[in-house]
Nanobody, 123 residues
Framework: AQLVESGGGLVQEGGSLRLSCAASGRTFSSYARGWFRQAPGKEREFVTAITWRLGYTVYADSVKGRFTISRDNAKNTVYLQMDSLKPEDTAVYYC?????????????????WGQGTQVTVSS
């Protein structure tokens, strides 16, 4: 199975983007799907995640109130609605899948990763 991100691009400060993450190939049952991001010269950081069964969500403080994660179980797809974007949101955004429970914020605990999609916010 592969995770395929889409929806990245260039947007002005204050604008919006919607990212999608779909699973292709053989589908798999898992615990959660989430988003991480990595800006140039920085470590990869947690953005948000959602659990498949209960829809429990968690957000990084830096995006709380501006980003919204949602899921479509039938399509095996997760969406990230990003509003009020800031230049500091510029990064490559990675979708990830976690097979079992545990902490959602630690990238080393996630099992599958997409290729990433670039989000650039201009000031």
């Amino acid at each position: 199975a592969q995770l395929v991100e889409s929806g990245g691009g260039l947007v002005q400060e204050g604008g919006s983007l919607r990212l999608s993450c779909a699973a292709s190939g053989r589908t798999f049952s898992s615990y959660a799907r989430g988003w991480f991001r990595q800006a140039p010269g920085k470590e990869r950081e947690f953005v948000t995640a959602i659990t498949w069964r209960l829809g429990y969500t968690v957000y990084a403080d830096s995006v709380k109130g501006r980003f919204t994660i949602s899921r479509d179980n039938a399509k095996n797809t997760v969406y990230l609605q990003m509003d009020s974007l800031k230049p500091e949101d510029t990064a490559v955004y990675y979708c990830a899948e976690k097979k079992t429970g545990g902490s959602l914020r630690n990238d080393w605990e996630w099992d599958y990763w997409g290729q990433g999609t670039q989000v650039t916010v201009s000031s």
